[in-house]
Structures are given as structure tokens and as C-alpha cells.
């Protein structure tokens, strides 16, 4: 393509840094929107009347200052600037008031008042029984032996994750522990695969510790196995990154067949598996991470915040048999050791079978918003877990995602739509997230899914309309 970017320029400074704020303007100013594919260095350079060494300057500051994405043998791609990608949830909360918007847009659980009670009454318990390693422990990096030795007997027993206690770290809450997975095997400039749509957090990873990260198709159940096997034969990737539980944003779930087919994959290819298993706690037990079945490829990641409480940020990085000493310096480097006072409560909930006991609490609530949702947004496209934490709406030919989102703030409601979620830059999906669990008042939350059903059932406003 061919772009101006003469009006931006300025006298001012070297001619590399000129450019980039010129492209930095032309992006605010929308000349240049997210997903546009840039020209080539020499492209940019003869029209310009520059060097392409100039050009390739720019183009690094411009990547250095978060504006465009450089994808080896795909050329130089517009990002999305960061308050219209990140989802809403990502900013400053309002405070709470009648008139705060109602949130239908963060990954959250439902947390009901007894939560609160819970969490008082176990650390009532633990100011008189704490030892005193709870304050002063510092090692071992990968957390104290009693927490890792009740988190491994439960990780195989409840979600059948197979491992030995030396091979589990503790670490804080799923982001770290993938963040420590990833470190571990994937190095700058390496090839991830992951689902089309995945979770943000991962993609964010990928710009952070500078790997590449290619989109692999899905339907219902999530990763397609006989597209994963396609990618791994032409892109012969370091690692797959993959969700089998609750999808991020889709809710798409394997079944056991699903899994034992992408395990071959992955092991007919001998390619390292980081499982993304956040969400398992939301599922009744029965559903047998992808880990299990190649244990020697495989890392899987988990916490109790999505089952629990938001704020317990207790997260278990189960290992490989001989990676624990890869993993540790990652471990020291980012945080030294988790949190132990995080894991002293974890693992009194974990002993006495609260942990189980909110899960189950949790997937009942769940379900009763679920059923709300369905009666609600009857006769709309949708697909949601019964126990999930979202539902991912189609939209009616009228609207557009973008165009949604906002007209759905402005009538109070904070939505979610697809664009956080795209590993590739592609037309987006005609479709929402609408998290089920973020308002603790079913109340409101039945009212702010009224509100959406009322704008999907109205034309656009005016100046919304558009053509396909």
C-alpha cells in the first residue's frame, strides 16, 4: 500500500524518530487503522525519497513504542491501540454506584458474601496457627514442601494431572505460571501455535517476550486436529499453547475423544504442550487435562481464582520430569517465590474441601445465570458452557461488534467483543463475549442483559448504519 505521511512529519530530530511519530499520528488520527499492513522498507523508502537503513529504524521505534508488529515473512502490521484492544475490563473500574456500568465484560467469578466470611474466618485460624515460615520463608524458590505436597496429591486426584511434588511450582495465580511455561522452552523469535482465538493474556505474552504466535482453526470443541497437524507440519512450531477447558472466549470444551486426538498429534510431532487448565474447576470432574496423556511434553497451568475468589492468586505450574531446573531461574527471576501467606490459606482450603466445596458452589451459580442468559437471549446465536463464565452472542445482521460495544456503554453495559482475542489479523467475528459472573447481584445482572437484548432487538442509531 501506499501512504502519506508528509503532513505528520517534522523538522525536528533524527529522521528515523521523525517518521515514527509521523506513523504514530497517523494511527491516532486513524489514517492508519489496526490490522493495516504497512509497505515494505523499500516501498516506504523510494516514495519518501529515503534510506531503507532510515526506514528500518522507524519501523523498530515504531515497534518499540507499541504501534505496529513486525511478523517475520508477513511484513509490518498496524496494532491496535491499546484502549480500543484491550477489553474495557482492562481500565480503571468505576466505583460502585446505581448508576456505575453494569459489567458483563471481565472473566470473573461470581462471588457471593459468604466468600468474604470464608476468607476472615481461615485467617482468624491462621493467626493462631501460622508457622512462622508463612513471613519468613524465602526458599525454596519453588514454594514450601507442605503446599506443594497438598497441591500435587489434589492436582492428581482432582483434575488428574500427573506429576510428582518436585515437579510442581507454586506461583502467582495461571498468568504467572504460563509466563514461567513459556519462558521455560520458547525463546525470542520462536513459533507458538495456539487456538484462533485465545486468551489475551497470551497474546500480550507473545509481544512481551518477543515470540511469533500463528492462530490454528476451531470449532465447537476447540482446536481442530487435523488443522494442528497441518500447522505443526509446515510451521514446525517450538511449542502449542492450547485451552482444552473453556476457551477463552468461545467456552469451546474437548471432549475426551477430542483430546486423545490432539495428544497424537502432539506427540506424533514431539512438540512441547503448555495446557492452559485455568477454567477446569468449572467443569464437573471427569474431563482429563491433555497433560495426562503426554506427561513427558507436557506443561500444565492451573489456579484456584476462577473457582474460588479473584483475589486468591494461588497458581500451580506443573512441569515436565527433568525442566524443574529450566523453570527455577525463570521462577526467581519474576517474583523469587510466590506468595507463601497465599498458600497457607489455599492449602487449608485445599485440606479441609473448600476448594471443592466453592468450585461446586460456583458451577451451581453459574448455572442459574446460564439459564437466566438463555431465557434472555432466546432466539439470538449463541454458544455457552452450562456451567461457563460466558456466552459468545451472534449478532443480527444490523450490528456491528465495535459498534455494539459502544452503544452498549452508553446505555450502561460493558460488553466484550472478539478483537483482544485474534492470534491473526483477519476480519473479526460477528460475535460478543458476555461474561455471566463480574456482577455479584443477579439483579443487576439480569438487568444489564435486558438492556443488550433490548439494543440486538433495535436498528442501529444513524450514524452506525452501514453497508456490507
Not at 175 to 203: K, M, S, W, Y
Not at 231 to 259: D, H, I, S, W, Y
Not at 345 to 365: C, F
Not at 368 to 391: D, K
Request: proline fraction near 7%.
Amino acid at each position: 500500500m501506499t501512504i502519506d505521511l508528509s503532513r505528520y512529519l517534522t523538522d525536528s530530530g533524527p529522521k528515523y524518530l521523525a517518521i515514527a511519530r509521523a506513523l504514530s499520528e497517523a494511527i491516532r488520527q486513524g489514517e492508519l487503522p489496526p490490522s493495516t499492513r504497512l509497505p515494505t522498507h523499500r516501498e516506504l523508502a523510494e516514495v519518501m525519497g529515503i534510506s531503507v537503513q532510515t526506514v528500518s529504524r522507524a519501523y523498530a521505534q515504531a515497534e518499540k513504542m507499541g504501534l505496529v508488529q513486525a511478523r517475520t515473512g508477513s511484513g509490518t502490521w498496524v496494532n491496535a491501540l491499546d484502549d480500543s484492544r484491550d477489553s474495557a475490563y482492562l481500565r480503571k473500574p468505576e466505583p460502585r454506584h446505581e448508576d456505575a456500568l453494569i459489567d458483563l465484560s471481565i472473566a470473573h467469578p461470581v462471588c457471593p458474601p459468604g466468600h468474604h466470611l470464608r476468607f476472615r474466618e481461615t485467617l482468624a485460624q491462621l493467626a493462631e496457627q501460622a508457622s512462622p515460615d508463612i513471613i519468613t520463608a524465602n526458599r525454596p524458590i519453588a514454594g514450601l514442601p507442605h503446599h506443594r505436597e497438598r497441591a500435587s496429591q489434589w492436582l492428581t486426584q482432582r483434575l488428574g494431572v500427573p506429576g510428582e511434588p518436585d515437579e510442581r511450582i507454586l506461583c502467582n495465580g495461571a498468568a504467572h505460571g504460563l509466563l514461567l511455561a513459556v519462558a521455560t522452552i520458547v525463546q525470542h523469535g520462536d513459533l507458538v501455535l495456539t487456538e484462533a482465538l485465545t486468551d489475551h493474556g497470551l497474546i500480550a505474552l507473545s509481544r512481551t517476550l518477543g515470540f511469533q504466535l500463528r492462530g490454528v482453526a476451531i470449532d465447537e470443541q476447540g482446536v481442530l486436529p487435523e488443522a494442528l497437524d497441518m500447522a505443526c507440519r509446515r510451521f514446525k512450531p517450538r511449542a502449542v499453547c492450547l485451552t482444552p477447558t473453556q476457551l477463552n472466549p468461545t467456552g469451546a470444551t474437548m471432549t475426551q475423544e477430542r483430546r486423545d486426538a490432539v495428544a497424537e498429534v502432539l506427540e506424533r510431532h514431539a512438540v512441547w504442550l503448555i495446557e492452559d487448565d485455568v477454567l477446569a474447576l468449572l467443569e464437573p470432574p471427569g474431563l482429563t487435562p491433555l497433560t495426562a496423556r503426554v506427561p513427558h511434553l507436557g506443561f500444565h497451568v492451573t489456579s484456584l481464582t476462577k473457582a474460588t475468589m479473584p483475589g486468591l492468586r494461588a497458581g500451580y505450574l506443573s512441569v515436565p520430569r527433568g525442566q524443574l531446573h529450566h523453570t527455577l531461574p525463570r521462577m526467581r527471576a519474576t517474583t523469587w517465590m510466590a506468595t507463601p501467606l497465599i498458600f497457607e490459606i489455599a492449602d487449608a482450603w485445599l485440606a479441609d474441601g473448600t476448594v471443592d466445596e466453592m468450585a461446586a458452589e460456583q458451577r451451581h451459580l453459574l448455572a442459574e445465570r446460564q439459564r437466566l442468559a438463555s431465557r434472555l437471549l432466546s432466539g439470538h446465536e449463541r454458544t455457552a458452557r452450562a456451567t461457563g463464565m460466558h456466552v459468545w452472542l451472534g449478532l443480527p445482521t444490523a450490528w456491528r461488534t465495535e459498534e455494539l460495544q459502544q452503544q452498549a456503554e452508553q446505555e450502561g453495559v460493558a460488553i466484550t467483543t472478539a478483537v483482544p482475542f485474534m492470534v491473526e489479523q483477519t476480519a473479526a467475528p460477528r460475535r460478543v463475549r458476555v461474561s455471566v459472573g463480574a456482577e455479584p447481584d443477579i439483579e443487576r445482572f439480569e438487568e444489564g442483559l435486558q438492556r443488550l437484548v433490548n439494543l440486538l432487538g433495535e436498528a442501529p442509531p444513524p450514524m452506525m448504519q452501514f453497508v456490507y
